[in-house]
């Protein structure tokens, strides 16, 4: 199969399965051309996956197609952006009809879930990689920043992390037990935090979502915002699976995506409480820089907000 059979085949159904009212033209001509309502901002960002970096070695496809839409949308999660639409560079080494096929139903999948249409996209020959440009909308001036955070307001997370570090182990388990199963569905299936993105926007003062781990993507708030944190080591929620996840993939584990952010305490009294239920308060904003973490049983240790994977660093 060519590349324009591949389209025709696979991704222009996609993008008619998946399309949606603002979509004023999607796959088949030179760009495609998505209408902003007026008094929206667009936000929009690009995420790359390398095989044998971002994924596994010969990843199922179909779990491949979901990760990588979900991962991107993400970070529309973060800025509290509604999903609309998406562009996909895609490199095969080969066209393989059944594979391609595969990373379409699990990016269809993850298309009606999060709703975000397929515009359009690219095809090079190469190894695997996918490239996925995500555009929202949020009302002017709204987008949630990592650098609104203040001394005083709470730090908070959306969830247990540390599942797909837990995760790790098991990956290549050819029987893993039903235990491990929330921790393998932690790495494959993850699940981007998009109602909860736009019902804090004009609530929290910053967001980011949890790709690098706790540590490093809070870190990145403070070092935005001119801040530092105190975190309960206690408060700190951790996935359940086979075993609780430890501490130290709660903090240093990557793939969470949750959202951790940071809002006064008086917000989070006046939210609605299904959704200050998902918040789970982990700490504090203080106006000492650096990251602080207290055990419960005394020591304060001083955690270096590292910088997250560095692509280039650790080769
Ligand atoms: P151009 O050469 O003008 O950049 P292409 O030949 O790369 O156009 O693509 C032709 C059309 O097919 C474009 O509208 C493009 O958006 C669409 N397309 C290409 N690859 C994909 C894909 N993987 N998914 C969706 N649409 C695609
Ligand atoms: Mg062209």
Not at 69 to 97: H, Q, W
Not at 174 to 195: F, G, N, T, W
Not at 200 to 207: E, F
Not at 224 to 233: F, K, P, W
């Amino acid at each position: 199969m060519g590349e324009f059979e591949l389209i025709r085949r696979l991704f222009r159904p996609l993008a008619e399965a998946t399309r949606q009212d603002g979509l004023l033209l999607g796959p088949g001509d030179d760009c495609a051309i998505q209408r902003v309502p007026p008094g929206q901002d667009l936000v929009f960002s690009v995420d790359t996956l390398v095989e044998g970096i971002h994924f596994p070695l010969r990843y199922d496809p179909e779990l491949l197609g979901w990760r990588a839409l979900a991962v991107a949308v993400s970070d529309l999660a973060a800025m509290g952006a509604d999903p609309v639409c998406y562009t996909l560079a895609l490199t095969l080494p080969e066209a393989d009809e059944a594979r391609v096929g595969a990373l379409v139903s699990g990016l269809q999948e993850a298309s009606l879930s999060f709703g975000i249409a397929l515009a359009g996209g690219d095809i090079t020959r190469g190894p695997l990689t996918l490239t996925l440009q995500v555009h929202g909308t949020v009302p002017q001036g709204q987008g949630i920043l990592r650098s609104g955070a203040r001394p005083g307001d709470l730090v908070a997370v959306t969830g247990p992390l540390g599942g797909a570090a837990a995760a790790l182990d098991w990956l290549d388990a050819p029987y893993p037990p039903e235990s491990a199963k929330p921790l393998l569905d932690c790495y494959h299936h993850p699940i981007p935090q998009v109602d909860l993105g736009r019902q804090l926007r004009g609530v929290v003062s910053a967001a980011i979502d949890i790709s690098d781990g706790l540590a490093a993507d809070l870190g990145h708030i403070l070092a935005a915002s001119g801040v530092g944190a105190r975190l309960e080591a206690a408060a700190i929620p951790r996935q359940h699976g086979v075993a609780e996840a430890t501490l130290e993939q709660a903090l240093y584990g990557g793939d969470d995506y949750q959202l951790c952010v940071t809002l006064p305490a008086g917000e989070l009294a006046r939210l609605p409480w299904d959704v200050a239920s998902k918040l789970h308060v982990i700490g504090e904003i203080c106006r000492a820089e650096g990251l602080y973490l207290q055990h419960a049983d005394g020591p304060r240790e001083s955690l270096v907000p590292g910088t997250g994977y560095d692509h280039f660093k650790y080769q």
